[in-house]
């Protein structure tokens, strides 16, 4: 007689059965918001309050920012490892949503309360530790965070919806922080004059912080895990290397790694190079800063909001490529009227490329739930952690490299602010960055997702995993179990 595997849950743990509830679909996605405000808040002042307030050479910031890109590329699957043996009674992911969201707060304030009495020397290493920290705490949650929704359910539709969530309020908290601190630094800084320049950023940090670390929290506490079992190909544990080895196995893990990553290089080029294109090519005033943050705010929640019941009903690949051949048709529309086409082209460009962009993004996190699926189905594995991690890494690399191109195209235009009024090939250099560069990885984009055939493989694979995981659940065998 078949003798079932007991499987007991911790606090915050309970079995696949249980569905996802409306709180936790609602609230789930806050975290996802709270990791918008770091990210603004960090593009918007650490530069600015090391180089400017600090006194640090752009130089050497610029080069910790590069190899912080570096450092990533190890960190991040380690922390993906390690996410995936980790075994606590309160869970696999919620741990370090409840106890590890407190050291984003405080290596973030740190990076921001760099001593104004220290020597030049001392200020470089104090960035240095804590903006190597900074990134490091952010990993240590965000790809638990990102792990959890393959544990809330294993249903792919009700993963896009969350997803959708996700987002909305992702996009919602960037737009409400890109308004509201600047003018909260502002009356800071009218609060606290004189001979203390860094305290107003300090301070502004910390109560930003405190506002995050409280989401992650309660997301931490009251969003419960599921323990699914796994159709395992053998009773013992996989091992670390054998994780690894599965990993580069995945080819559709490295289809959407690639196109995650080409998703945040794109969208980094456009937005690297738009102050130099609306300065120096557009003279336009600050009526634009207004559309643009509607283009890159307003319609991508527009879209967010359709995109998903198409994705579910026609299949990821479909809809990402049509949103893919949207946003080339903004950039080509912006290049067959020229570099003296008005005003409405740049605009009608920019809204049909970021409606593009959101399209693809929107199926982007559920395409890599699907490969932790397909790992599982293939090779009787599920390394959720390692599979995750790409998408950090992808959010991290892609912007880096695009800043890093953005940087040497450039140079090898001869970029000068002091000439470029008086000198057409130079500004023809930079409507080509604009324009033509983003346009040609679209092509590519286009092109790399047409081998995405995933989509059509999910039915077979939910249908035998099912299958596996009861016969696996009452074979009597050691299972191996999520969390």
């Not at 915050?12 to 808040?41: H, Q, S």
Request: a positive charge; charged letters at 15%; one cysteine or more.
């Amino acid at each position: 007689m078949a003798k079932t595997k007991e499987i007991r849950y911790g606090r915050g743990v309970v079995g696949p059965d249980v569905k996802v509830t409306k709180y936790e679909r609602r609230v789930y996605p806050l975290a996802e918001g709270g990791l918008a405000i770091v990210n603004v808040f960090m593009s918007m002042y650490f530069l600015f309050y090391a180089t400017v307030i600090m006194g640090i050479d752009p130089a050497v910031a610029g080069t910790m920012t590069l190899f912080a890109r570096i450092f990533d590329a190890v960190n991040d699957p380690m922390m993906g490892a390690i996410v995936d043996r980790t075994d606590t009674r309160f869970g696999t992911c919620r741990p370090y949503l409840m106890f590890g969201s407190v050291f984003i707060g405080l290596s973030i304030v740190l990076l921001f309360a760099i001593p104004q009495g220290l020597s030049m020397t001392g200020k470089i290493v104090w960035m240095w530790v804590f903006y190597i920290l900074e990134n490091m705490m952010v990993t240590l949650v965000g790809i638990p965070y990102k792990g959890m929704m393959s544990r809330l359910t294993n249903e792919g539709s009700e993963r896009m919806f969350i997803n959708r969530n996700c987002l909305i309020a992702s996009y919602l908290m960037a737009l409400f922080a890109s308004l509201a601190i600047p003018a909260f630094v502002g009356r800071m800084t009218s609060l606290f004059p004189g001979n203390a320049p860094g305290l107003p950023y300090t301070i502004s940090c910390a109560v930003l912080m405190v506002f995050v670390c409280g989401l992650y929290i309660l997301v931490g506490i009251t969003v419960k895990e599921r323990k699914f079992v796994v159709a395992a190909l053998s009773d013992t544990k996989a091992k670390l290397s054998d994780c690894i080895k599965i990993l580069f196995r995945n080819k559709y893990w490295f289809l959407i790694t690639i196109a995650a990553t080409l998703n945040y290089f794109i969208t980094g080029v456009n937005t690297a190079i738009t102050l130099h294109y609306t300065n120096y090519i557009l003279n336009a005033g600050s009526i634009l800063t207004i559309i643009t943050m509607v283009a890159n705010f307003g319609i991508p929640l527009i879209v967010m909001l359709i995109v998903p019941r198409y994705a579910v009903s026609k299949g990821k690949r479909p809809v990402a490529i049509t949103g893919i051949l949207i946003a080339a048709s903004g950039m080509l529309l912006r290049l067959v009227m020229g570099i003296s086409a008005p005003l409405w082209v740049y605009v009608a460009g920019l809204f049909l490329f970021n409606a593009g962009m959101a399209t693809f993004t929107t199926c982007q996190a559920t395409g890599m739930l699907d490969c932790i699926e397909y790992s599982e189905w293939r090779f009787g594995v599920r390394n959720d952690g390692m599979i995750i991690s790409a998408y950090s890494m992808s959010s991290k690399a892609g912007p880096g490299l695009a800043t890093a191109l953005v940087g040497i195209l450039l140079k090898a235009i001869k970029f000068d602010k002091l000439l470029i009024a008086g000198d057409p090939a130079m500004q023809q250099g930079i409507f080509n960055i604009a324009v033509l560069v983003p346009l040609l990885f679209l092509v590519l984009f286009a092109v790399l997702m047409c081998f995405w055939d995933l989509d059509k493989k999910q039915p077979t694979i939910r249908a035998d995993l099912d299958q596996r995981r009861a016969a696996v659940a009452t074979g009597g065998q050691d299972v191996s179990v999520q969390g």
